[in-house]
């Protein structure tokens, strides 16, 4: 059993940046990859990005690709999603989800636990 815990999220400027963190509780954390995804308003979640277990892997949607970083600290049981150069079609609520598996996976519907998500708003 992973529970995940998001923050982090807030308001910004267009082309600003901010950093969400997402906490897990577990032992075994490191043998998870975990996903981000956000939902903005009247749209599908969808998938921006996931980090390997080990952190060694990453994978990006193209539309964050270049701007968004995916880190761990799997001491402190840890991921980050930094956003640089924020777009107001960025604006969503984040949330970050875990699944035990080696394997980078996009679908929201391949992760197992999730957190309750962080609200970003990104000001034009």
């Known amino acids: 059993q992973v529970q995940l815990i998001e923050s982090g999220g807030g308001l910004v400027q267009a082309g600003g940046s901010l950093r969400l963190s997402c906490a897990a509780s577990?032992?075994?954390?490191?043998?998870?990859?975990i996903g981000w995804f956000r939902q903005g308003p009247g749209k599908e979640r969808e998938f921006v990005g996931a980090?390997?277990?080990?952190?060694?892997?990453?994978v990006y949607a193209d539309s964050v690709k270049g701007r968004f970083t995916i880190s761990r600290d799997n001491a402190k049981n840890m991921v980050f999603l930094q956003m640089d150069d924020l777009k107001p079609e960025d604006a969503a609520v984040y949330y970050c989800a875990a699944v035990p598996s080696f394997i980078l996976l996009r679908r929201e519907r391949e992760y197992n636990y999730w957190g309750q998500g962080t609200q970003v708003t990104v000001s034009s």
């Open positions: 577990g032992r075994t954390f490191s043998t998870y990859s």
């Open positions: 980090i390997s277990g080990s952190g060694s892997l990453r």
